[in-house]
């Protein structure tokens, strides 16, 4: 089963919990904090492996959730670090932020991989907040929490030639005929519902990878049909074959028909260089009109040629004219593994909403720093609202009109404001 665009949910792992200990031994009534870290969770990676070829595996799994870091422990010990998950997908894949529509990253080469969900750091243990004046803090911070997000990834093969046309001009029997690939083919239009691809093996040291492209159709590039679907697959092409049907009866208004739609598309793919041919040469009808048909072409400056892809005439030709043409156009750059790319915003900002509930207070870092407190240790507790004055969270809260006893909510927590 061929599948190309797919919905998956990401976690990455939450960081372990920082340990709140007393070094107890004998003879050593006060042997200080001695609480131990917790271990860094998991990140979630997406990796290129080239001998996949679909999205179909996402089928049967759509949540991908890394591994929390362990607690940490006693006499200094930090938990264990987990695990990163690896997600494998094939060349091809570009990765979004299906909430945000945001492109996360496109993954083209072999091996190359991009990490999408960071797994949150450990909390630390008491033993990092000794100081002078407290020397037996029972204050430690919890992991901080994972990532998640929805993701969408989009499958776009990756071939140097693709063959593009209208339903039942004879790609695939092209494709069959010039390659290994055996694609349906039977005379009816949509006999292609999803691409195939096909290597073409001139010479010892010679070939190409070619893709047929599925029919496309008047429309296509708003999305009408499967447009969308099939035209997303010609863009990493360097090359097309326009494949027209001898047996239309407007041969002229079906070039123009597809190269409009590629370029309403993309307008690279209008760009994009075309080698034009006239299938079903074998049949005579076709054969008698080629003479007329290649002179309207020429008018428009449009080299026709004559193919069959049942009896193959001039296929090999064609291969070879297109091979030698790949070898003129730029190389192709090699693609470097991306970033994540996120929006910028001020982690320290934050808003406040009044609700029936009482105040909801949202921002990045002050609720980052709510999910790692021990609201159950006097010392995070008093650390936790420093942050809050320090990030000016409780001069705004004042300002909203505050008062004593109102609930304030932060993340998952709800708390009491007390003066």
Do not use: C
Not at 78 to 94: F, H, M, Y
Request: aromatic residues 6%; negative net charge.
């Amino acid at each position: 089963m061929f599948i190309d665009s797919v919905q998956i949910k990401v976690a990455s792992g939450k960081g372990g919990d920082g340990m709140v200990h007393m070094h107890r031994e004998k003879y050593r009534p006060r042997g200080g904090p001695d609480g131990g870290d917790g271990g860094r969770g998991g990140d979630v990676i997406f990796e290129v492996v080239p001998t996949l070829n679909t999205l179909s595996h996402f089928h049967q799994n759509e949540h991908f959730f890394a591994e929390s870091g362990r607690n940490g422990g006693p006499s200094n010990r930090s938990g264990r670090s987990a695990e990163d998950l690896i997600v494998r997908v094939p060349p091809g894949t570009a990765i979004y932020d299906d909430d945000k529509a945001e492109l996360i990253g496109d993954l083209v080469s072999p091996g190359q991989r991009l990490v999408v969900a960071k797994g949150g750091r450990g909390g630390r243990g008491n033993q990092h907040f000794a100081t002078s004046r407290n020397q037996m803090p029972l204050t430690a911070e919890k992991g901080e929490p994972g990532e998640e997000f929805n993701l969408r990834l989009e499958l776009k093969l990756i071939a140097d030639v693709g063959l593009v046309g209208l339903p039942n001009a004879g790609k695939s029997s092209i494709l069959a005929a010039t390659t290994n690939s055996r694609p349906k083919v039977a005379d009816y239009p949509f006999t292609t519902l999803e691409p195939n691809l096909g290597v073409v093996q001139l010479g010892l040291d010679d070939s190409f990878v070619m893709a047929d492209i599925p029919g496309l159709i008047e429309g296509a590039s708003l999305g009408v049909g499967l447009g969308f679907d099939f035209l997303r697959h010609i863009q990493r092409t360097r090359l097309l074959i326009h494949v027209l049907d001898g047996l239309s009866e407007n041969v002229m208004e079906d070039y123009r028909t597809i190269n409009a739609e590629l370029e309403l598309f993309d307008d690279l793919l209008g760009k994009r260089p075309q080698f034009v041919v006239l299938n079903k040469m074998d049949l005579p009808d076709v054969a008698a009109e080629f003479e007329t048909l290649q002179e309207q072409f020429k008018s428009i400056g449009v080299e026709l040629l004559p193919v069959s892809a049942v009896s193959q005439l001039n296929l090999k030709d064609l291969m070879w004219k297109v091979y030698r043409k790949l070898g003129e156009l730029p190389a192709e750059e090699k693609a470097e593994e991306m970033p994540v790319y996120r929006a910028e915003i001020d982690p320290n900002s934050f808003e406040i909403e009044k609700t029936e509930d009482g105040y909801m207070v949202s921002g990045a870092r002050i609720e980052k720093a709510a999910a790692m407190t021990y609201f159950d240790q006097p010392g995070s507790v008093r650390r936790f609202q420093r942050l809050m004055a320090g990030l000016g969270v409780e001069k705004a809260l004042r300002e909203a009109g505050i008062q004593e006893g109102d609930s304030v909510i932060i993340g998952d927590w709800e708390l009491e404001w007390r003066d």
